[in-house]
């Protein structure tokens, strides 16, 4: 028996060695700290797997900059999140202030080589208060999403551009094989690289308990 239970011990441990302790494990996650103080667009989940979660967003909208080409992530994201501060700050044309919201969402179409420009778009969630009327502003665009299906990846920590890939990479390996992934490859089809999404949802001063996304966008 004391053989046993060791041998179960040891199978515990190399399966727990495996696991990433930044993903999630597979149930359904609780919605970021960060959604309880300000407004989120909400959201149903409708599958919980290893590694990566399927949401379906019924009806949301964004405010989302024109498209910034750099080769960094980090600084594209920095250069969109000032041009979005302002706009809620009253830097549109009815002068009204929004409230912040999250998540900061950057949507990447990859450059085709390392040394390349990437095109970068960077939204901020509308309160639904100013949806009815979103105030127009110069280089910001108001995108309505309808049904959208969402394939997510957590991750924490400070988003950095070497980590971005990464972590795509291993949201594309969790559901590889799956209706998920057929879904994804059939709703991009057609373009050079495939187009996701990082959504942050913590200030830049917050230090603990960061929580970000990755997201494949996709229709059923």
């Given at each position: 028996?004391?053989?046993?239970?060791?041998?179960?011990?040891?199978?515990l441990l190399t399966l727990l060695s495996d696991v990433k302790l930044?993903?999630?494990?597979?149930?359904k996650q609780t919605?970021?700290?960060?959604?309880?103080?300000?407004?989120?667009?909400?959201?149903?989940?409708?599958?919980?797997?290893?590694?990566?979660?399927i949401r379906a967003y019924n009806?949301?909208?964004?405010?989302?900059?024109?498209?910034?080409?750099?080769i960094s992530f980090v600084s594209a994201t920095r250069t969109g999140f000032l041009?979005?501060?302002?706009?809620?700050?009253?830097?549109?044309?009815?002068?009204?202030?929004?409230?912040?919201?999250?998540?900061?969402?950057t949507e990447i179409a990859p450059s085709d080589g390392p040394?390349?420009?990437?095109?970068?778009?960077?939204?901020?969630?509308?309160?639904?208060?100013n949806q009815a009327d979103p105030p127009p502003a110069d280089g910001i665009t108001i995108q309505?999403?309808?049904?959208?299906?969402?394939?997510?990846?957590?991750?924490?920590?400070?988003v950095t551009d070497s980590m971005v890939g990464v972590e795509a990479a291993a949201l594309s390996a969790s559901i590889s094989g799956t209706v998920w992934s057929d879904a994804i490859?059939?709703?991009?089809?057609?373009?050079?690289?495939?187009?996701?999404?990082?959504?942050?949802?913590?200030?830049?001063?917050e230090f603990d308990n960061r929580v970000n996304e990755i997201w494949f966008r996709f229709n059923m």
């Open positions: 028996m004391a053989v046993f239970n060791l041998l179960k011990l040891s199978m930044t993903s999630w494990p597979m149930q919605v970021p700290d960060t959604c309880n103080r300000i407004e989120c667009p909400t959201y149903d989940v409708v599958y919980s797997g290893y590694g990566y979660e009806s949301s909208m964004w405010s989302t900059t024109s498209s910034i080409d750099d041009q979005l501060f302002k706009y809620i700050q009253g830097g549109n044309t009815y002068n009204q202030k929004i409230e912040m919201t999250g998540p900061v969402l040394f390349c420009e990437s095109s970068f778009l960077v939204s901020f969630y509308l309160p639904k208060k309505k999403w309808g049904l959208t299906y969402v394939a997510v990846r957590r991750f924490g920590g400070f490859k059939k709703s991009h089809a057609g373009e050079i690289t495939t187009e996701y999404m990082v959504a942050q949802y913590n200030s830049p001063f």
